[in-house]
C-alpha cells in the first residue's frame, strides 16, 4: 500500500542538527512532492516547506531559511529534511506528507511522524 | 503571507449534533482550500480537498463549501469517532495552515 515511513525519534542538545528520513513505498516516488510539517506538543501544524523528488527543486518557508535542507535519494525512494542550529522550542514531532506536483496540492499521505526533543 | 484563521477555537458537542467549523483566509485564494482531522498522537487525515471534495473513503457525512476567503466543514450528524482536531490549510499559495478546531464531547 501507500505510505511513508520516517525514521525514529532523535534527541539533540542544542546548536545541533538532525536529518530526519522518509521513506515512500506503494507509488512512484518522482511524481508527488513531499513536503515536511512539525507540531509542537500541544500546538498547531506549522508546514516548513517543499521538495521535489524528480528534480530536487526545493521551496522553504522563510523563517527556516539557511537552517533547513531537504533532499531526496531516487534509488531508495527516499526524502531527507535536516535542520541546523536547533533550538529548545523546536522540539516537536516532524511529519513528512505526500502532495501532488506543482500548486494547489493537498497532502493526502502522511508519515506516522517523528519526535525530534532538544534538550541540554 | 497568506494567513488563515479558524474559528472556533475550541466547540463541545453531543452525538448526532451537526457541527460547523469556519475558515478564513487573510486574501483570495478561490478553492484551494483542505481540510484535515487529526486525533491524538496520530498524524493528520485528510478529508476535503479543493473546498469541496470528499476524499476517497471518507464518510459522506463530512462536507465542505466555500471559495474565496469564506469556508466551511461541516459535519452532519456527529459520530463518537470524529471528536479530534480540524483543520484548514490553504494550498494557493504555499501551505499555511490555520490554527486547529478541537472537537469535544459535550
Known amino acids: 500500500q501507500v505510505q511513508l515511513v520516517q525514521s525514529g525519534a532523535e534527541v539533540k542538545k542544542p546548536g545541533a542538527s538532525v536529518k530526519v528520513s522518509c521513506k515512500a513505498s506503494g507509488y512512484t516516488f518522482t511524481s508527488y512532492d513531499i513536503n515536511w510539517v512539525r507540531q509542537a506538543t500541544g500546538q498547531g501544524l506549522e508546514w516548513m516547506g517543499w521538495m521535489n523528488p524528480n528534480s530536487g527543486d526545493t521551496g522553504y518557508v522563510q523563517k527556516f531559511q539557511g537552517r533547513v535542507t531537504m533532499t531526496r535519494d531516487t534509488s531508495t525512494s527516499t526524502a531527507y529534511m535536516e535542520l541546523s542550529s536547533l533550538r529548545s522550542e523546536e522540539t516537536a514531532v516532524y511529519y513528512c506528507a505526500r502532495g501532488e506536483l506543482g500548486t494547489g496540492s493537498a497532502f493526502d499521505i502522511w508519515g506516522q511522524g517523528t519526535m525530534v526533543t532538544v534538550s541540554s | 503571507d497568506i494567513q488563515m484563521t479558524q474559528s472556533p477555537s475550541s466547540l463541545s458537542a453531543s452525538v448526532g449534533d451537526r457541527v460547523t467549523i469556519t475558515c478564513r483566509a487573510s486574501?483570495?485564494?478561490?478553492?484551494?482550500l483542505n481540510w484535515y482531522q487529526q486525533k491524538p498522537g496520530k498524524a493528520p487525515k485528510l478529508l476535503i480537498y479543493?473546498?469541496?471534495n470528499l476524499q476517497s473513503g471518507v464518510p459522506s457525512r463530512f462536507s465542505g463549501s466555500g471559495s474565496g476567503t469564506d469556508f466551511t466543514l461541516t459535519i452532519s450528524s456527529l459520530q463518537p469517532e470524529d471528536f479530534a482536531t480540524y483543520y484548514c490549510?490553504?494550498?494557493?499559495?504555499?501551505?499555511?495552515f490555520g490554527q486547529g478546531t478541537k472537537v469535544e464531547i459535550k
Open positions: 479543493a473546498a469541496s
Open positions: 490549510q490553504q494550498s494557493y499559495s504555499s501551505r499555511a
Open positions: 486574501q483570495s485564494i478561490s478553492s484551494y
